[in-house]
Antibody, heavy 121, light 108 residues
Framework: EVQLVESGGGLVQPGRSLRLSCAAS????????MHWVRQAPGKSLEWVSG????????GYADSVKGRFTISRDNAKNSLYLQMNSLRADDTALYYC??????????????WGQGTLVTVSS | EIVLTQSPGTLSLSPGERATLSCRAS???????LAWYQQKPGQAPRLLMY???SRATGIPDRFSGSGSRTDFTLTISRLEPEDFAVYYC?????????FGGGTKVEIK
């Protein structure tokens, strides 16, 4: 059974940093691209970032480019999102999602339950 | 960036009725890269359709998808109580990957 478990969320002040993690199990992690998607309270889904299977190709939403960094550790079956210079509009539930293929231009076939990030003073 | 516009924002229907949801793209999207997701309150999204018209694993055949280029449709032939949820379309063919604003299907 595919499982994606996010962690690392919490309350953080504007301008500070936070690192999210996603622990994956139930599939061969290093065969698939992975993504972060966020959802602000009561809002739609927003793709944040994606990374291909071997970390050779990464993409970011314009809203986070230069502030967020996606990475993965295939030996640990883990995906990460380093978030710097956080702003109030980064407040959201952050989901980890598995790509259907090794490249990140593919549908998301499994999602975690999310970790909540709240940016507030 | 490809903007996806979903309509209507809210659809109020009764169980047993047919639901037709629209997703319009600001630029042409290959149907291979158009997906639909269902999200229920307090839950993560779930893949519903991919390639515009293929059902994901375990999705009942009352769900169907169609469309091409800039106009895509998700149809639920007869609404079951568990189908009342929010539905999102997504294009994953060009970066940034984008989602539509969602259509909420609510019980009338």
């Amino acid at each position: 059974e595919v499982q994606l478990v996010e962690s690392g969320g919490g309350l953080v002040q504007p301008g500070r940093s936070l690192r999210l993690s996603c622990a994956a199990s139930g599939f061969t992690f290093d065969d698939y691209a992975m993504h972060w998607v966020r959802q602000a309270p009561g809002k739609s889904l927003e793709w944040v970032s994606g990374i291909n299977w071997k970390s050779a190709d990464m993409g970011y939403a314009d809203s986070v480019k230069g502030r967020f960094t996606i990475s993965r550790d295939n030996a640990k079956n883990s995906l990460y999102l380093q978030m710097n210079s956080l702003r109030a509009d980064d407040t959201a539930l952050y989901y980890c999602a598995k790509s259907f293929s090794s490249g990140y231009y593919a549908r998301f076939d499994y999602w975690g339950q999310g970790t909540l990030v709240t940016v507030s003073s | 960036e490809i903007v996806l516009t979903q309509s209507p924002g809210t659809l109020s229907l009764s169980p047993g009725e047919r639901a037709t949801l629209s997703c319009r793209a600001s630029q042409s999207v290959s149907s291979s890269y158009l997906a639909w997701y269902q999200q229920k309150p307090g839950q993560a999204p779930r893949l519903l359709m991919y390639g515009a018209s293929s059902r994901a694993t375990g999705i009942p055949d009352r769900f169907s998808g169609s469309g091409s280029r800039t106009d895509f449709t998700l149809t639920i032939s007869r609404l079951e109580p568990e189908d009342f949820a929010v539905y999102y379309c997504q294009q994953h063919g060009s970066s940034p990957l984008t989602f539509g604003g969602g259509t909420k299907v609510e019980i009338k």
